[in-house]
């Protein structure tokens, strides 16, 4: 995906916020704020959580520090069309050395988090959220032959194994976002 | 042994590797051991150190020695140092002689090592050249005059007066304008701890104001000064003020009265509204007295100071407004004023320099544009303050006119709207004319804080405002700064980091702005309300023609300069002159106070003592060998010398207290009548002989 | 038990609930093999925890809402406290999920009371004691490098071994039960490398990102530039003949993706890729076929130069 797509040559501040006050809601950084990245406005821009992120090393565009910086300034549409935060790899590396406790990473899950609200997401993105109602796996698979290759039972000790447990697992899935957003049967 | 017996001991300092890094240490002492008269050499890691004094210390006691050479740094720094050891080991302490092998030997030649050491080497046998006709001299003491005057009556020149009349000294404070308090006056509130700037600045100026040992001498400023440390002569001229201070009361009924022909803008609110040809410079003012501009008054009464009224048909004199309102007569134009004012003289033994700053207009800045709209934050901090032009109202600059119209109506009790608009997104712009090459290379100091304070203070009150916020980085140097800085972050104010580079004009009055961000790497732009400069903090227009009259220097920025940016950042190139606050360059209210407290302390110490020991290296006329020309009298740039009667001929004879041993009139001297002790006719060709023989002491 | 200090531990027979999570259950079951074999075998007794469902993993749950990311993680933790056991994990996703969501309901009372809301329509409750070990961390610190040397019937004389400890073993530091003194040189699995005889070097790349993860499956043309960055400074700095990790996702990162480098011509070199507990298993004498038998580079060389120069 063209990364910097939709976003124009000049960035204008006066539409930004235009948009955000009238077309919002609420701000994006509160939204953000309230998807979990609580110290979001701490963030002084100084690029320690770029220097060593993966996705900023192979070339995403709006790696943690930028996709912060778009946010702090009420940026919104631009970000929702765009994969990077599906990307990130939940490292934390930028979390640890953060000199502002932000945790970018929590940046960019609740990019994601709001990705999802508004479904603004791809059916790959969802794939593992309905495997795990499913099966209680994000990773599943039917074939077991590698199981009983290396000597052990077919089925795991886990939901795979487990009607009563798998069910416990799904009442809790309905009590979450996804059964909120139709992304898995509600109860 | 008697002192005509002459032994040496010269001692090389290695100075860490700073001198040992390029002389060859010793092939430098074995040459010193064959000069003349030299008795002892050694070398050492730090001669100014302890154990270094104590080596020379030790020649001396045990009687090795009668001179001393060391051969280190700059006699600027370390002469009293190396005197001082001498002294102690029991040595007069003019029987020493500094050679310089490191600023201008070691660090000019670092890698040409031969060279530096024979250049060490020359440098040295010139300094045991003179050693050898040193005389012994002995410290004068000059009295002191114990007053002391305050130039500017800012945070600054307030400090630094309330300490020293605490201590018991009397200060003079001179202030240019007619109240003291200087631009801390215009603020509304004071970054990092946001208090209100009136609330702890008003109680300081009436305190210095009625101290016992303060005299308060506004709307003046310094003429000339002469003298030196101790006893500076300095005139002062007070401004003409037209307005009998001895009865004005402050009530402020003349300015009122004051018709809006003659109004021009007030200088106080940073011209965003006007202000009378008579007026009060703040209400808060200390002394809260009025003066006449006399460039803006229209004259109503058609006389002027002095002048007979003209009188009405039934003879009646008429009087003008601003005369006729005052209740106390304090405004009466029936005798003549001085339009020069009055000059008065001063004695005092030091002066402190105060004098603040200014910051630079906008007009200059033509890239963002000529709206009313574009403001400095000078202005901005009239706008958000409640004894501003608005009472503290925001709206935008444009509209100010409006408002003071809307208010004269409330005023009267009519019904009226206010038709202002406000503002719904401001922009502020970092380093307008600092860290710019066309205007000041130097960063101001205090712009980022007080723009991070001016947005805080608005988004605080005002939180719908939208405001950006443009740098070219953030600095927050200072205890609480950049906690301060994350406030403003956390309140949702947005920061660029970028500076703008244009401001255009839209048919609104409101302003497209133009800015970058580093953070995205992309030109952003937006409409703005108000822009908000953050203009160059400048030295007075007026510095350094004060600087030139009190003999003091100015940096190549133009602010004061110090003697020593680390270790004498108080004091001047002329002893007994200290200074403080902006006018040293720019810099916040607890370094402003810092400063003062500083230079107070320096002047007390001073002062405290009654007499000072002065150097006895300075220039005596031999009345035998003067011919009477004169010539030295014209040159002398301390007007130390005078032509006397001396058994009845004209000889010249120089003022001991007022030499400074610069030496001009020895060089000068057709007769070698002149001696410049320390440094006589004998000692300097002597060193420029051992210099021209290559290191060859030449006998006499 | 929960484990609180290392001497408390080992006052009583060492006990774990065995997460296995997905990765290593469907995809290397060899893994799930080795840490059964090898426990038992150093008097660590492991509890199945039946009914574990996935950590959840971070494309699921944690991208979706907190509350819910937490409620999972919280119901997987409960089936070790209800036994009064912590959970151990040899997948660094799992073990970084579950603490993560942990340290949220430790320090945020709102998220642990909703979370208990969930829970209490299934019968549970989370008091936040249960927390998830990491196997690597069980065997350096609880049962220690003197038994696991004790324990080996082959050694590692004169192979160098690249370590992979993983990202989610790391960081962010706050929220693990076990920190490295210096997580920007980490030592854990080096030392554990050592007991076995390797040698264990430093090397530039050895903390950076293998790349695997949400980053594989959304680009993984940019996912394998980074873990051939990795795999080259491995080959180059210290050539080692073997890597090993402590994380499911980054064994089948650098197993699998190295094969396609080389498919692609990308690369020139192979190297074995083995998790740590698999390593172990191999040195322990456990039957090759069940404790490594599942890989895309090949290991068959340097098993059979363990197993034949090895022997002690
Ligand atoms: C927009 C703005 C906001 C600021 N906000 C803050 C803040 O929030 N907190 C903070 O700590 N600092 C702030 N500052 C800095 C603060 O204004 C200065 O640190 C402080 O005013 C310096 O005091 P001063 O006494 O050295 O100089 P000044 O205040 O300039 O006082 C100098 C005085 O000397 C007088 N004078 C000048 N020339 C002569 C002369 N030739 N003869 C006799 N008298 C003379 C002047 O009339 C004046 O009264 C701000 C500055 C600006 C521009
Ligand atoms: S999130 Fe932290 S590390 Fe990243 S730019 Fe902001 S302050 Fe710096
Ligand atoms: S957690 Fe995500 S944003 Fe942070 S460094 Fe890792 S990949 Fe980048
Ligand atoms: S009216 Fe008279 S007393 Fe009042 S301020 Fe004016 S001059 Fe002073
Ligand atoms: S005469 Fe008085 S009232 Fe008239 S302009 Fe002058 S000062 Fe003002």
């Known amino acids: 995906m063209e990364v910097m797509e939709g976003v124009p040559p000049v960035i204008n501040l006066t539409e930004v916020a235009r948009t955000e006050k009238e077309e919002f809601e609420k701000k994006v950084s509160e939204l953000i ?22 996705l900023a090393r192979v070339g995403f565009e709006w790696y943690n ?5 778009a946010i702090l300034i009420g940026m919104k549409e631009e970000l929702l069309d765009d994969s990077t935060p599906w990307a990130c790899v939940a490292c934390n590396r930028c979390t640890e050395i953060c000199p502002r406790q932000v945790s970018p990473f929590e940046v960019m899950f609740a990019m994601r988090r709001l990705m999802v609200e508004e479904l603004a997401i791809s059916t790959l993105a969802i794939e593992g959220d309905r495997s795990l109602y499913e099966h209680g796996h994000a990773v599943y698979m039917t074939g077991r032959e590698a199981r009983k290759k290396v000597g052990l039972p077919e089925k795991p000790p886990t939901t795979d194994s487990d009607e009563k447990a798998l069910q416990e697992l799904r009442t809790i899935l309905k009590n979450t976002k996804l059964a909120e957003l139709g992304l898995i049967p509600m109860e | 042994m008697s002192d005509k017996d002459i032994r040496i001991g010269v001692y090389i300092c290695h100075c860490g590797e700073n001198i ?5 240490i010793n092939e430098v002492a074995e040459f010193a051991k064959n000069l003349p008269d030299v008795a002892v050499v050694r070398d050492y890691l730090f001669m100014c150190s302890d154990p270094g004094q104590e080596i020379i210390k030790e020649d001396i006691r045990k009687g090795l020695v009668n001179r001393v050479v060391v051969a280190a740094c700059t006699p600027r720094t370390h002469e009293p140092i190396f005197r001082r050891a001498c002294e102690d080991a029991g040595l007069n302490k003019y029987y020493f002689e500094m050679a310089n092998i490191r600023d201008q030997c070691s660090w000019a030649h670092w890698h040409e090592k031969e060279k530096a050491t024979e250049k060490a080497k020359q440098l040295i046998a010139a300094a045991v050249a003179k050693a050898r006709l040193l005389e012994p001299l002995e410290d004068r003491y000059v009295e002191l005059n114990k007053n002391v005057m305050v130039v500017g009556g800012g945070i600054a020149g307030i400090f630094a007066a309330l300490d020293l009349a605490n201590a018991g000294f009397k200060v003079y404070m001179v202030e240019k304008n007619p109240s003291i308090g200087g631009n801390m006056a215009k603020l509304d509130k004071t970054f990092p701890t946001n208090d209100c700037s009136a609330c702890i600045l008003t109680p300081l100026m009436v305190e210095v104001a009625n101290h016992p040992n303060v005299e308060l001498i506004t709307y003046a400023e310094v003429e000339s000064v002469d003298g030196s440390v101790g006893n ?28 809006p022909k003659a109004r021009v803008p007030d200088e106080f609110n940073e011209g965003l509204s006007l202000r009378g040809a008579i007026y009060i410079q703040f209400p808060q003012a200390v002394p809260k007295k009025a003066v006449i501009d006399p460039d803006a008054c229209i004259r109503c009464s058609g006389r002027w100071f002095g002048e007979e ?19 106390t007569g304090a405004c009466s134009r029936d005798e003549p004023r001085d339009p020069n004012g009055e000059l008065i003289e001063l004695n005092v033994g030091s002066i402190i320099v105060a004098t603040g700053y200014k910051v630079m207009d906008k007009k200059q800045f033509k890239e963002f544009s000529d709206s009313p709209n574009v403001i400095t934050a000078l202005q901005m901090e009239r706008l958000i303050t409640a004894t501003g032009p608005t009472e503290g109202k925001l709206i935008v600059p444009s509209d100010i006119p409006k408002y003071l119209e809307w208010k004269k109506k409330v005023e009267k009790g009519k019904e009226a709207e206010l038709e202002a608009r406000k503002p719904k997104v401001i922009t502020f712009v970092s380093c307008v004319g600092s860290r710019d090459n066309r205007y000041h290379t130097y960063c101001s100091r205090v712009c980022c804080m007080y723009m991070l304070k001016q947005a805080m203070l608005l988004k605080e009150k005002y939180p719908e405002l939208d405001i950006y916020m443009f740098f070219i980085d953030v600095r927050t140097p200072g205890k609480d700064f950049d906690e301060y800085y994350m406030r403003c972050r956390n309140l949702g104010i947005k920061i660029f980091k970028g500076k703008v580079g244009g401001v255009q004009k839209l048919p609104d009055e409101r302003l497209l702005v133009k800015g970058y961000d580093a953070d995205l790497g992309k030109p952003v732009e937006l409409i703005s309300d108000i822009v908000v400069l953050a203009t160059a ?6 510095l350094k023609d004060l600087a030139r009259k009190l003999g003091i220097n100015v940096g190549a920025e133009g602010f004061l300069r110090e003697r020593h940016t680390k270790l004498y950042p108080v004091d001047t190139m002329t002893e007994g002159i200290f200074i403080a606050g902006c006018a040293q360059g720019p810099k916040d209210i607890p370094d402003s106070v810092a400063q003062a407290k500083a230079a107070a302390s320096s002047a007390a110490s001073l002062l405290a003592p009654g007499k000072m020991k002065v150097e006895p290296l300075i220039s005596e006329v031999n009345p035998e060998k003067c011919t009477g020309c004169g010539i030295c009298v014209e040159l002398c740039p301390y007007g130390a010398i005078e032509m006397v009667e001396y058994n009845g001929k004209r000889k010249s004879k120089i003022n001991e207290t007022l030499c400074k041993g610069c030496g001009v009139c020895a060089a000068a001297c057709p007769s070698k009548a002149i001696t410049l002790h320390g440094f006589t006719y004998e000692q300097v060709v002597a060193q420029i002989r051992t210099i021209a023989k290559k290191g060859v002491i030449e006998e006499v | 038990m ?33 840490m059964r074999k090898i426990f038992p075998a150093l008097n660590v007794e492991i509890d199945d925890l039946v009914g574990q469902s996935c950590c959840p993993s971070w494309g699921t749950m944690p991208s979706v809402d907190v509350v819910g990311w937490c409620a999972v993680a919280a119901r997987n933790l409960c089936l070790g406290e209800e036994k009064g056991i912590d959970l151990m994990a040899a997948c660094n996703s799992c073990y970084g999920s579950l603490n993560e969501a942990r340290h949220k309901m430790l320090n945020n009372p709102e998220i642990m009371n909703k979370v208990n809301e969930i829970l209490a329509k299934i019968g549970k409750k989370y008091e936040g004691k249960a927390k998830c070990r990491h196997v690597a961390w069980v065997l350096y610190r609880d049962v220690g490098l003197e038994k696991i040397k004790e324990s080996i019937k082959y050694s590692l004389d004169g192979l160098t071994i690249a370590v992979q400890p993983g990202c989610h073993f790391l960081w962010p530091s706050e929220v693990y039960p076990d920190k490295e003194e210096d997580p920007f040189n980490p030592k854990v699995l080096r030392e554990l490398c050592k007991a076995l005889g390797a040698d264990a070097p430093y090397y530039t790349k050895l903390i950076d990102c293998c790349g695997m993860g949400a980053l594989r499956s959304t680009n993984p043309e940019k996912s394998f530039t980074l873990v051939k960055e990795k795999l080259e400074c491995i080959k180059e700095e210290i050539d080692a003949d073997l890597i090993v990790t402590t994380c499911s996702s980054c064994l089948i990162q650098l197993d699998d993706a190295q094969e396609r480098l080389r ?3 990308k690369i020139s070199f192979s190297i074995p890729v083995l998790h740590y507990v698999q390593l172990l298993a191999l040195c322990m004498g456990f039957d090759p076929q069940q404790v490594a038998g599942i890989c895309v580079t090949p290991r068959d060389e340097i098993i059979k130069r363990i197993l034949e120069s090895g022997k002690r």
Do not use: H
């Open chain 1, 33 to 54: 704020i309230e998807f979990g990245a609580e110290n979001l406005l701490a963030c002084m821009q100084c690029g320690a959580c770029a220097s060593i992120c993966p």
């Open chain 1, 65 to 69: 520090k930028k996709l912060i910086k």
């Open chain 2, 20 to 24: 040992a890094g390029a002389v060859n």
């Open chain 2, 232 to 259: 500076f002569k300095v005139k002062v001229r007070k401004k003409q003020t037209y307005v009998d201070w001895e009865k004005c009361t402050g009530c402020g009924a003349c300015i009122n009265a004051c018709p």
């Open chain 2, 309 to 327: 009224p003209r009188r009405t048909k039934d003879g009646k004199p008429i009087l003008a407004p601003c005369e006729k309102a005052c209740p």
């Open chain 2, 537 to 542: 903090i400048e030295p007075n227009t007026d």
């Open chain 3, 2 to 34: 929960i484990s609180e200090t290392v001497s408390e531990t080992l006052k009583e027979k060492l006990k774990f609930g065995l997460f296995l999570g997905c990765n290593i259950p469907f995809n290397r079951p060899d893994v799930e093999q080795a």
């Open chain 3, 263 to 265: 498919k692609e011509g």
